[in-house]
């Protein structure tokens, strides 16, 4: 059987890390290769580790053919679905996953759009009831539900993708630093985001602790004879009740007083 390697789907998805590799190797070497490599007609499309592996060792595998797939955009497609599903792979690699699987239907959808009237006619592209169309991913509540993950961190992870360095994107990836840290990091320049991975965990630590920082408002200072916090601006105001009901009660005592004295003189 002839297999074809095709280089751009296997780098389509990140590698394994070296001890993910070495644990599915160590797998393999003792079980044997218990799932089936897919393909594509002749093109490999999931299983490149265990091929590799395979291979390598001499070792028997099993094959089966995805008679789905139209083009290379439906391959994409499956192989993103595919590590979707899965919980070892990391919270950013699904959020990046489901972003690519964004673009690729909202690509898909411009077409159809685009598409000449008489085009109708023709089949279309998902005309394989087998295959059905993916769901638009037309929000970031639609991308976070598909990658399993908040709002919040599809959007830190969109800033990740366009603003960090490529060093701190390894190091996001590698699990160095979180994807909160890893947004907050990103917002500095690329020379300081080298800097700060060149230097390991901790120093990213303070860079994005530097970031959060910064970002925090500054509380002005108060003037002069304005109570300086919160509990000081409380006690001006108690003291300021109690003085206009000082007042108020001497006030009563003057009225009561003159009231006393109309009484005296009408006598």
């Known amino acids: 059987m002839n297999i074809v390697v095709n280089e751009d789907l296997k780098s389509y998805i990140d590698p394994l890390t070296p001890e993910e590799y070495e644990a599915l190797e160590r797998s393999i070497l003792t079980e044997g290769c218990r799932d089936a490599l897919v393909l594509w007609g ?61 673009e690729i239907v909202a ?9 000449p009237a008489d085009a109708a006619d023709d089949p279309p592209f998902d005309a394989d009831p087998a295959l059905p169309p993916p769901a638009p991913l037309n929000s970031r509540e639609a991308i976070a539900k598909a990658a399993r993950l908040s709002s ?3 959007v830190m992870i969109e800033k990740i ?19 909160n840290a890893a947004a907050a990091v990103a917002s500095l320049p690329a ?11 901790d120093e990213l630590k303070q860079a994005a602790k530097r970031v959060r920082e910064a970002r925090r408002p500054v509380r002005a200072e108060p003037a002069a004879g304005e109570a300086p ?3 000081d601006a409380v006690a001006q105001l108690k003291q300021r009740v109690a003085e206009l009901t000082a007042e108020n009660d001497d006030l009563r005592r003057q009225v009561a007083a003159l009231h006393a004295l109309l009484q005296a003189a009408e006598a």
Not at 108 to 115: E, F, G, K, L
Not at 166 to 178: D, F, R, Y
């Open 161 to 179: 993708q366009k603003q960090a360095a490529p060093e701190l994107v390894a190091a996001v990836k590698s699990g160095t630093i979180s994807i």
């Open 107 to 115: 690509g898909r959808q411009a077409r159809a759009s685009a598409a």
């Open 42 to 102: 002749e093109v490999l499309v999931d299983g490149h580790n265990r091929y590799g592996i395979c291979q390598k060792h001499g070792l028997p595998f099993q094959t089966v053919q995805n008679t789905r797939f139209q083009s290379l955009e439906d391959v994409h497609l499956w192989m993103i679905d595919q590590h979707l599903g899965r919980r070892s792979v990391s919270d950013f690699l699904r959020g990046v996953l489901a972003l690519r699987k964004k």
């Open 152 to 154: 919040s961190q599809v």
């Open 229 to 231: 916090g919160e509990e």
């Open 191 to 201: 020379e300081e985001q080298v800097a700060a991975a060149n230097g390991g965990k």
